[in-house]
């Protein structure tokens, strides 16, 4: 069986990588496996450990960090989540791809630990249009404005390495786009193992 | 304006890749631009020189193949086809993107001249389809299909360079595929060229 692979969505805050992802997998299920992520809060009504979260407490959660289990943590509120490197393993082993929404920071740390992962950089259609959507329109200063787009440049300048670059000016148009990225990828390979498959050697 | 690609869709005899370009061009003519190609058979009635064909004499033909300025030739028949280098320089510097169909020999010749460009394989489903789909059904003697399975499997050894693997089982599914491809291939691009274009600097 082919192994699946991992692929990084990442891009500048406020362009709308967070909807492309759930609009995505909402979309095209089969795509990607789900990767079942820890978090520090408890669980809800209905929720079960292991199938909806990995529920740990705050020094189990440390000790993960500290032994380097983790692709990417992230703090919301007071509660942690961590996605594990043996959970992306796990899938990947299955045969499917794994998508993560990343920082940008967190992108490359996963190329490293991830040689093979697919590095995608959402953009948003200009720089105005950008600043716009996160300031609002008229209720901030120039200065307040030009702040934020020097914020935005340095965002971009982390997008090092990424190979991939998707416009996400019509959000549906950004989807299939994205899309594209995943089935192309996962038509790339070796002309040994397409023979192996054909011929039973290569 | 961001140059277009050169994409070689190339397969073994019988796997379809003439019906599958066919196809993507009529359904999707917005993904390529369209060389014109020269002949040396003469203009059928409403045929104009330089817009359906070029058509040039043999000796002319001759000539031009001397000079290196074909990416490919094939004959048809008692007539040459070819496509020249500069129709498909002419394309990609209007931003578009040139598709080739070409035998799994040329498309190396194409890799050689154009290293960016992307060579995608067109794969039968099985290798049992694919005899079966050239040699018709009960037809032939076993022996004339092992002969044609291990022909097959040297027109697979040809393939080696190519980047994309993409089975024909159902045509339209083939299509698709390729579309992705030529898609995605569209979306990578550099850090410095999308900064240049944000930030009018890089």
């Not at 990607?32 to 189990?60: C, I, K, L, N, Q």
């Amino acid at each position: 069986m082919k192994q699946g692979k991992v692929f990084v969505i990442s891009g500048p805050s406020g362009v709308g990588k967070g909807t492309v992802c759930r609009l995505l997998m909402e979309k095209y299920p089969f795509l990607a496996g789900t990767t079942v992520s820890v978090t520090t809060r408890s669980p809800r009504p209905g929720e079960v450990d292991g199938v909806h979260y990995y529920f740990r407490s705050e020094e189990a959660f440390d000790e993960m960090v500290k032994q380097g289990l983790f692709l990417e943590t992230v703090d919301k509120f007071t509660y942690r989540y961590g996605t594990l490197f043996s959970e992306v393993e796990r899938i990947l082993a299955e045969g499917k791809n794994v998508i993560l929404e990343i920082e940008m920071k967190g992108g490359k740390n996963v190329k490293a630990r991830i040689p093979e992962a697919v590095l995608i950089f959402i953009l948003p259609p200009s720089l105005e249009a950008l600043t716009e959507r996160i300031v609002g329109r008229g209720s901030e200063t120039e200065e307040e404005i030009r702040r934020r787009q020097s914020e935005v440049e340095e965002e971009f300048d982390q997008a090092d390495g990424y190979e991939y670059f998707v416009v996400n000016d019509v959000l549906e148009d950004a989807v299939e786009k994205v899309k594209s990225i995943i089935l192309a990828e996962g038509m790339k390979d070796s002309l040994a193992s397409v023979k192996k498959n054909y011929f039973g050697r290569n």
